[in-house]
T-cell receptor, first 113, second 116 residues
Framework: KNQVEQSPQSLIILEGKNCTLQ??????????LRWYKQDTGRGPVSLTI?????NTKSNGRYTATLDADTKQSSLHITASQLSDSASYIC????????????FGTGTRLKVLA | DAGVTQSPTHLIKTRGQQVTLRCSPI?????VSWYQQVLGQGPQFIFQ???????GRGNFPDRFSARQFPNYSSELNVNALLLGDSALYLC???????????????FGQGTRLTVV
């Protein structure tokens, strides 16, 4: 069964600190993996997208890693800001006949002053 | 350049009613996908349309249907609404049917549907 699991479910950190969010997937055949940031009540916004051949991709203070062998990805946030408070969703794309996304349930990050 | 636009932004319906949600993709994008996001959970795939044809369907009952118009806008219809249909309905557009790496999907702000 195609699944995407994220951890932790929620996280609270102080402004300026770093944090790492985890994503494990059991999806086949794998096409690509994306990390999205979703503010409450709003649509997700893309942070990074990686294919199976990419190990690391950065977008400002966000750095995503991918290990296609172990089927794990992480999102590292550096020098967190209050505006980083949101849900971070890992999405894996499947290409088997029709194409679709498998979404994780997300990690809720709260950054405190 | 406008992003993905969805209407209405909020909607309240009673059980048993029917609802139509609308989505306009980014100009030049030919693929539209619909997702249901229940509070506290990740989005669940409902449909994908490309060039006016259904290209994918998630595990949703036949009460859910959709279509894509010649201008690539799309409608999601839900019949015989249930309380459990209350959710944020998201629309995403992309240039093609996402078959290649690097194809970006852009999400709208969603329609918040409340069924009472």
């Amino acid at each position: 069964k195609n699944q995407v699991e994220q951890s932790p479910q929620s996280l609270i950190i102080l402004e300026g600190k770093n944090c790492t969010l985890q994503c494990n997937y059991t999806v086949s055949p794998f096409s690509n993996l994306r990390w999205y940031k979703q503010d409450t009540g709003r649509g997700p916004v893309s942070l990074t997208i990686m294919t199976f051949s990419e190990n690391t991709k950065s977008n400002g203070r966000y750095t995503a890693t991918l290990d296609a062998d172990t089927k794990q990805s992480s999102l590292h946030i550096t020098a967190s800001q209050l505006s980083d408070s949101a849900s971070y969703i890992c999405v894996v794309s499947v290409t088997s006949g029709t194409y679709k996304y498998i979404f994780g349930t997300g990690t809720r990050l709260k950054v405190l002053a | 350049d406008a992003g993905v636009t969805q209407s209405p932004t909020h909607l309240i319906k009673t059980r048993g009613q029917q609802v139509t949600l609308r989505c306009s993709p980014i100009s030049g994008h030919k693929s539209v996908s619909w997702y249901q996001q229940v509070l506290g959970q990740g989005p669940q795939f409902i449909f994908q349309y490309y060039e006016k044809e259904e290209r994918g369907r998630g595990n949703f009952p036949d009460r859910f249907s959709a279509r894509q118009f010649p201008n690539y806008s799309s409608e999601l219809n839900v019949n015989a609404l249930l309380l459990g249909d209350s959710a944020l309905y998201l629309c995403a557009s992309s240039q093609i049917a996402n078959r290649g790496p690097g194809t970006e999907a852009f999400f709208g702000q969603g329609t918040r549907l409340t069924v009472v």
